[in-house]
C-alpha cells in the first residue's frame, strides 16, 4: 500500500481502523518520557505495591519506552467498554464486571495485533509493539495523554461522557504520528468513592490520590497469597474475584450522566460470552482436576485455585454466620 505522506493523515486513518476494530475509544499521544515515574517510585518505596515484586523491580524500565521499542516516537492508545450488569446472586461468586467474560489481555491484544499488522502493511516503515498490561510501561499515563480519560480520587482513568468501565492497550510505534489533546476534567467535590470503599485504601498522600494496593480489595482477592488479614477480611464482603466499588459509586458511571444515544454498555461479544460459575459451596472446595476446565480463558486464573478456594470460603462465612 502507498505510504501517506503525512502524519495526520495516517493517524486520521489510525483512528478509523481502530474504530472499525471494535475499539471505543483511541488517541494518539508522543513517546515522551512518562512524567508519573517519580510518583511511581515513591509508591513503591511506601510498599504500597505489595508483594507484586514485579513492579519494584522494573521502575528503571519504564522510565522509557525506548526500552521497549528501539525508536518509538508515538502511542496508540485504545480503551474497550466492559460494562455490563452484575446483580449480587446469593450463593453464587461475585466478580469484577472486566472479569465477566473472556479474559480482557487476550481480546485487546487480538484486536492490537490486528491494527499492528494494519499499520505495518500502509506504512512499512512502522515497527510496533502491543503493550496489554504485560510490559513495564505507565499505561495509564500514555492513555490520559492520549485522550482517554483523567485521573479520577479512585485512580482510575475517567471519559467524563463514557466513565470509567473500560480497559485500555497500547500500541507502540516507531512512526511519528499527529498528537490528540490530553483529556481534561475533575471529581471537583465529590469524595464518593472514597468513603465507600470498604477498606478505606483510597487516600491522599504527597498531593495526589493513590491506592494502598495491599489493602485493595482487589488485590486481595487476586494478588495475596495466605490467609487474610483479620482486621481487612471484613471489607472482602461478597467480592470472590475484584472489587468494583468505587466504580460503582462514580457519579461518572451513572445512566444519567451519559448521553441518551449511549447506553454505555459493552458491545464486544468476548466480553458478553459470560460462563456459568459453580456456586461458591463448590468454588470453595474446588479441585485441581476440575480448575482447569472452570476457568480456562477467564482472567479468574490469576488469583489461583488457592486463591478462589479462600475467598469464595469468606463469602459463604459472610452468608451463613456460624
Ligand atoms: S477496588 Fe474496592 S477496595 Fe480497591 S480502591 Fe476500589 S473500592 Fe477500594
Ligand atoms: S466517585 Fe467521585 S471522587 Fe471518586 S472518582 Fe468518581 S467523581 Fe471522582
Known amino acids: 500500500m502507498d505510504r501517506p505522506s503525512d502524519p495526520a493523515l495516517t493517524s486520521g486513518l489510525i483512528r478509523a481502523r481502530a474504530s472499525a476494530l471494535g475499539f471505543d475509544s483511541v488517541g494518539i499521544t508522543a513517546a515522551n ?15 504500597y505495591h505489595g508483594t507484586m515484586g514485579y513492579l519494584a523491580r522494573s521502575v528503571a524500565l519504564r522510565a522509557s519506552l525506548d526500552s521497549l521499542l528501539p525508536g518509538c516516537q508515538s502511542v496508540i492508545a485504545v480503551g474497550l467498554n466492559y460494562n455490563q450488569p452484575n446483580p449480587l446472586q446469593q450463593g453464587m461468586p461475585r466478580l469484577a464486571r472486566y472479569a465477566l467474560g473472556r479474559d480482557y489481555h487476550k481480546v485487546l491484544r487480538g484486536k492490537l495485533k490486528r491494527l499492528d499488522n494494519w499499520l505495518g502493511s500502509l506504512d512499512q516503515s512502522h515497527v510496533g509493539r502491543v503493550c496489554v498490561d504485560s510490559a513495564p510501561v ?8 492520549a485522550g482517554l480519560g483523567w485521573f479520577g480520587k479512585n485512580t482510575m482513568l475517567i471519559d467524563t461522557r463514557r466513565g470509567s468501565w473500560f480497559v485500555i492497550g497500547l500500541l507502540l510505534t516507531t512512526l511519528r504520528l499527529e498528537q490528540d489533546e490530553p483529556a481534561h476534567g475533575g471529581c471537583g467535590t465529590c469524595r464518593l468513592c472514597v468513603e465507600a470503599c470498604p477498606t478505606g485504601c483510597i487516600l491522599f498522600e504527597d498531593g495526589r490520590w493513590q491506592i494502598d494496593a495491599r489493602r485493595c480489595v482487589s488485590y486481595l482477592t487476586i494478588e495475596h497469597r495466605g490467609p487474610f488479614d483479620p482486621a481487612l477480611q471484613e471489607g472482602i464482603g461478597d467480592w470472590t474475584f475484584g472489587c468494583d466499588v468505587c466504580q460503582e459509586v462514580c457519579p461518572f458511571n451513572q445512566p444519567r450522566h451519559h ?14 460470552d459470560r460462563r456459568d460459575w459453580p456456586p461458591l ?6 479441585q485441581p482436576a476440575d480448575w482447569d476446565s472452570v476457568t480456562r480463558g477467564s482472567p479468574v486464573r490469576r488469583a489461583g485455585i488457592d486463591g478462589i478456594r479462600r475467598n469464595a470460603s469468606v463469602n459463604l462465612k459472610r452468608q451463613k454466620p456460624d
Open 33 to 47: 518520557p512518562p512524567e508519573s515515574i517519580a510518583f511511581f517510585e515513591s509508591w513503591i518505596a511506601k510498599g
Open 138 to 145: 505507565l499505561e495509564r499515563e500514555f492513555a490520559h495523554r
Open 259 to 272: 448521553q441518551p444515544d449511549r447506553a454505555n454498555m459493552t458491545t464486544e461479544p468476548d466480553f458478553l
Open 281 to 286: 459451596e463448590t468454588l470453595a472446595v474446588i
